[in-house]
C-alpha cells in the first residue's frame, strides 16, 4: 500500500513496503526529484537500512551460539508496515519483530518510521525501541537516491557534491567485490569543498567518508544552483553512491554503522552499531533533505 502526503510545495509517496520514499514531486511543475527505481539500473528509491548497514561476512552473525543469515543492509528495507496515523504532511508507519524478523535478528524490537514535510524540506525520522530484556545492538542508515541529472538538458559533468564547509575528509577503504571494510583509511582531498560527478565515479562502488565536521552535503547543478540538501551533522559515516556506469542518481547515504570488516569474527555483540539499547530504552535519528530546486 502507498500513501501521500502534501503540503503546498510538495507531494510525497510512501510505501508501506520496507517504509520506503518513492516519490518526492514538485508541485508547481511536476517534476520527480527522487531516483525513478528502474530495475534496470537500480530497483529502489530510499531504502532504510536496520538492523545493520552494508554486508556481513559471509553473509552471517553469530549471536548466543546460534548462526543468523542476512543480505546487505538488513531486512527493513524488505518488510510490510502497518499504518500507525497519518496527517495531511505527515505520516508514521510501524514494524515490530515477528516471526519472520525473529528468523533474522533475534530480539523484540519495534521500529516507527515518519516522514514530515515543512516547506522544501522533508524530514525521516527512526525511533527504535527495544521491547525485550536483553540488551539489542543494531546499526542503522539512510540511503536516499536522487536523480541526476535533474532535466534531459544536463549531463552528470554539470553536477557536483558540495561540502557546505571546507573539509578534510577520512575515506574508510571497503573491497570492491565483497563490499567489507578492509581496515585502510585515507585523506581523500585537504580543505576542499567540491567533488566533481561523472559517468565515472562510482566505477569502483561506494564512498564512504568520515571525520566531516559539516553541516551538510549537497548535490548542486553547477550553472543554475539547483540542488538537493542533505543534513549529515551529527552522522559519523557518509556515504556516496550510484550504480556503475552512466549517472542516473546520486546517493548521499548518512549512516550510524559501517558493513563488516575483513577480520571481522562474526559475533553480533563485536560488531560496530549504533546503539545498544537495554529493556524499554529507545534511540531516534532524524535525516533532512532539502529539495531547493
Same mark, same amino acid.
Given at each position: 500500500?502507498?500513501?501521500?502526503?502534501?503540503?503546498?510545495?510538495?507531494?510525497?509517496?510512501?510505501?508501506?513496503?520496507?517504509?520506503?520514499?518513492?516519490?518526492?514531486?514538485?508541485?508547481?511543475?511536476?517534476?520527480?526529484?527522487?531516483?525513478?527505481?528502474? /530495475?534496470?539500473?537500480? !530497483?529502489? #528509491?530510499?531504502?532504510? &537500512?536496520? *538492523?545493520?548497514?552494508?554486508?556481513? @561476512?559471509?553473509?552471517? %552473525?553469530?549471536?548466543?551460539?546460534?548462526?543468523?543469515?542476512g543480505?546487505?543492509?538488513?531486512?527493513a528495507?524488505?518488510?510490510?508496515?502497518?499504518?500507525?496515523e497519518?496527517?495531511?504532511?505527515?505520516?508514521?508507519?510501524?514494524?515490530?519483530?515477528?516471526?519472520?524478523?525473529?528468523?533474522?535478528y533475534?530480539?523484540?524490537?519495534?521500529?516507527?518510521?515518519?516522514?514530515?514535510?515543512?516547506?522544501?524540506?522533508?524530514?525521516?525520522?527512526?525511533?527504535?525501541?527495544?521491547?525485550?530484556?536483553?540488551?539489542? /545492538?543494531?546499526?542503522? !542508515?539512510? #540511503?536516499?537516491?536522487? &536523480?541526476? *541529472?535533474?532535466?534531459?538538458?544536463? @549531463?552528470?559533468?554539470? %553536477?557536483?557534491?558540495?561540502?557546505?564547509?571546507?573539509?578534510?575528509?577520512?575515506?574508510?577503504?571497503?573491497?570492491?567485490?565483497?563490499?567489507?571494510?578492509?581496515?585502510e583509511?585515507?585523506?581523500?582531498?585537504?580543505?576542499?569543498?567540491?567533488?566533481?560527478?561523472?559517468?565515472?565515479?562510482?566505477?569502483?562502488?561506494?564512498?564512504?567518508?568520515?571525520d566531516?565536521?559539516?553541516?551538510?552535503?549537497?548535490?548542486?547543478e553547477?550553472?543554475?544552483?539547483?540542488?538537493?540538501?542533505?543534513?549529515?551533522?551529527?552522522?559519523?559515516?557518509?556515504?556516496?553512491?550510484?550504480a556503475?556506469?552512466p549517472?542516473?542518481?546520486?546517493c548521499?547515504?548518512?549512516?550510524?554503522?559501517?558493513?563488516?570488516?575483513?577480520?571481522?569474527?562474526?559475533?553480533?555483540?563485536?560488531?560496530?552499531?549504533?546503539?545498544?539499547?537495554?529493556?524499554?530504552?529507545?534511540?531516534?535519528?532524524?535525516?533532512?533533505?532539502?529539495?531547493?530546486?
Open positions: 500500500m502507498e500513501w501521500i502526503i502534501e503540503n503546498e510545495i510538495l507531494r510525497v509517496t510512501v510505501s508501506g513496503h520496507g517504509a520506503e520514499l518513492t516519490s518526492v514531486c514538485k508541485k508547481e511543475t511536476g517534476e520527480e526529484l527522487l531516483w525513478t527505481a528502474d /530495475p534496470s539500473v537500480w !530497483g529502489r #528509491h530510499a531504502p532504510l &537500512l536496520f *538492523p545493520y548497514c552494508g554486508k556481513l @561476512k559471509d553473509g552471517r %552473525y553469530t549471536h548466543k551460539g546460534t548462526v543468523y543469515e543480505g546487505g543492509h538488513g531486512f528495507r524488505d518488510m510490510d508496515y502497518v499504518l500507525e497519518k496527517a495531511d504532511d505527515r505520516i508514521t508507519l510501524k514494524l515490530e519483530a515477528n516471526a519472520l524478523t525473529m528468523e533474522k533475534p530480539f523484540a524490537f519495534r521500529l516507527l518510521v515518519t516522514y514530515e514535510l515543512e516547506g522544501s524540506v522533508v524530514r525521516h525520522k527512526v525511533c527504535v525501541a527495544n521491547e525485550g530484556e536483553e540488551e539489542m /545492538p543494531f546499526g542503522i !542508515g539512510f #540511503h536516499p537516491a536522487f &536523480l541526476c *541529472p535533474f532535466d534531459a538538458q544536463h @549531463k552528470a559533468e554539470d %553536477y557536483v557534491v558540495r561540502f557546505s564547509e571546507p573539509q578534510t575528509p577520512t575515506q574508510i577503504m571497503t573491497g570492491q567485490n565483497d563490499g567489507l571494510v578492509t581496515g583509511r585515507s585523506v581523500y582531498f585537504e580543505q576542499q569543498t567540491e567533488i566533481a560527478m561523472s559517468d565515472e565515479i562510482f566505477a569502483h562502488d561506494s564512498i564512504c567518508f568520515t566531516l565536521s559539516c553541516a551538510r552535503m549537497s548535490l548542486v553547477k550553472d543554475t544552483g539547483k540542488a538537493v540538501h542533505v543534513d549529515v551533522q551529527g552522522f559519523p559515516y557518509v556515504l556516496l553512491w550510484s556503475a556506469g549517472l542516473h542518481f546520486v548521499i547515504e548518512p549512516w550510524m554503522s559501517l558493513p563488516d570488516a575483513r577480520d571481522a569474527d562474526g559475533e553480533w555483540s563485536h560488531k560496530p552499531c549504533a546503539a545498544v539499547l537495554g529493556e524499554g530504552e529507545q534511540y531516534e535519528v532524524t535525516l533532512s533533505m532539502e529539495f531547493a530546486r
